[in-house]
């Protein structure tokens, strides 16, 4: 079997009926892929992309866009959409861009997006997703730390990269733009460039990925992936998520950041799926979901703080009859989320797990769904040798004991793993550790090995001699109805080391008061072993969040160091501590 015929197989294990038949099948597939002898070079956009979806099913529409704002529409069928990305790439190597050249891509919701990605794979430049939230300073970090060599903007970002550009003298070959501005070559020049265009001969262990994601300390990281590691790495993600050949598949993610790639690109093409992509400026739910329920979305991807605003809306307003999953990642979803959405989809939230450096590694795969563990993010993928280890690189063995998520190495590497933090040979000594990679995040497992996230590894609160991971407080936060989000950190105390606080996010109707801050304490006693419970209360109106819906906790951790620091600082006028009420008996 070559590479395009694992693909091939996935395929048909999607289409499988019988959930004990498709889980044997799954395990069988990654046993033999992960022993398997890989080629010298693969270049999934020519082997995968156009030699088994474009020369098998060419007419299939293959991207759907809509923009939520003005209502436009455009679609796009495999054999179009490996056109355009032809297209691109003949242009950029008539300027003299070639393999191994990077391009970096600042770019929202738009079908050129998923076309700079075909154009990259396809030639071997190194692609370099960038939010379009990214600042001047942040783009001078990435332009020093890596020099562009093309860049594609939308309007709304070359401002930004122009000045940074200019700080770093950075000098790109080419710079495309959706649009027109003096200095920069308009994208719908591309149009006179010839539809086909010569792979590039890209081997397995070519970097092709280089993503800056942040770290709890310091300025970001560049995590490295292959030409094989996510296109081919995906395939655990297809698999856990239930994605079919003719299923239309969404994901709430905006490129310029993993999940996009995860889920908005490789899982569903690896599949030979429908793509819907949806544009916006700002998410409105009922808008949102309204296009999941018109454009006919089977398999649904978003991140928890997406679900979270979901299941607070009429849902009986939306037709969800064609959806088949929805799943969520990230975080782990509340369980209140995942009941809510059933109870009006009938479908249930699959939690999944992985990281910008690997693909979907734990989840809960679709023939889980009769005996999935609300709460659990699942079972290890089996691309993947995970397991749990301590400080000391030892594997842990007992049941409900908690310790790092680790990926074993000695027996197989997964397909999926990322090659290296780019030019950082000491982060890959504190990561890859013994026989392990460390992910950095820490989970127990319960005797019928279903696995439960604690927390990043520092974000994990220590009080006293108690450790508290911050999901389990933020769950029972948003268990009563008063509150919409809630965001746990750590906070400096003399003599437990940490306190734990919570930032309360409302929902509409209620208003910060010392009366709903005793309620809460008290809420949170009834649900937690007191050791747990938030000795203080902040109300908020937001908290810090990437722009795939994670809360920076970082962030939060940061403003009340500065403000321990500050020892003349006064508490904030919606602060509120355990110990201000006498009727929670004292501070213990």
Known sequence: MDLQGFCKEAMDIAKMADDGEKARAVEDFFQRMNSFAFPEGFNWAQEVFEGLHVAEQGDKTALIWADMDSGEERRFTYSQMAACGNRLLN????????????????????????????????????????????????????????PPDTVIADTASVPAIDEALEKTGASPKVKLILGEKQGWTSYADLERESDSAEAARTRCE???????????????????????????????????????????????????????????????????????????????????????????????????????????????RFDFSSLRHSVSAGEPLNPEAIQKWKEHTGDVIRDFYGQTESTAMIGNAPWMKETMRTGSFGVPSPMYDVTLADDEAKEIREANETGHIVVRLDRWRAIGLFTEYIGNPQKMKEVFVSDFYYTGDRAYVDQDGYWWFVGRADDVIKSSDFRVGPFEVESAMVEHPAVAESAVVGVPDPERYQLVKAYVILSQGNQPSSELALELFRHSLQILPKFKIPRILEFVEEVPKTISGKIRRIELREKEEEKKQQETAERNREEYFYWDFPELSSRK
């Open 206 to 316: 070519d970097l092709l990925f280089c993503f800056f994601t942040s770290g709890t300390t310091g300025l970001p990281k560049r995590v490295g992936h292959t030409a094989t590691s996510y296109p081919l790495g995906h395939l655990s993600t297809a698999l856990l998520i239930g994605i079919r050949p003719e299923d239309i598949h969404h994901n709430l993610s905006a490129p310029g950041w993993a999940k996009w790639a995860w889920s908005s690109f490789f899982a569903p093409f690896n599949m030979g799926a429908t793509v819907a992509a949806f544009y916006f400026r700002a998410l409105e739910g009922n808008k949102y979901l309204d296009y999941v329920s018109r454009y006919k979305v089977s398999t649904f991807c978003a991140p928890p703080t997406g679900w979270r605003m979901f299941v607070r809306l009429d849902l009986e």
């Open 91 to 146: 242009h950029l190597r008539r300027f003299g861009v070639e393999k191994g050249h990077n391009m970096y891509m600042m770019t929202p919701i738009v079908p050129e997006t998923w076309f700079a990605h075909l154009a990259c794979i396809k030639g071997g430049l190194i692609a370099v997703p960038t939010a379009t939230t990214m600042t001047v300073r942040e783009l001078q970090f990435r332009f020093q730390t890596y």
